[in-house]
């Protein structure tokens, strides 16, 4: 029997270690360097050039 995903609860994932470390890095990058430059990207609907080379 299957049952269906309704919620976030029903989902659950067990990272191991190396994977929680990356997530983490990958959090701590997008915090850093991509949140800042969410208005600018919408606003010329573009993603500035030094952003890609990160």
């Keep these: 029997m299957v049952f269906p995903l309704d919620t976030i609860e029903d989902y659950s994932v067990v990272l191991t270690p190396e994977h929680e470390m990356f997530r983490k890095a990958v959090r701590e990058f997008v915090e850093r360097e991509i ?20």
């Design 35 to 54: 949140a800042p430059k969410v208005a600018e990207v919408e606003e010329r609907d573009e993603v500035p050039r030094d952003a890609l080379k990160k």
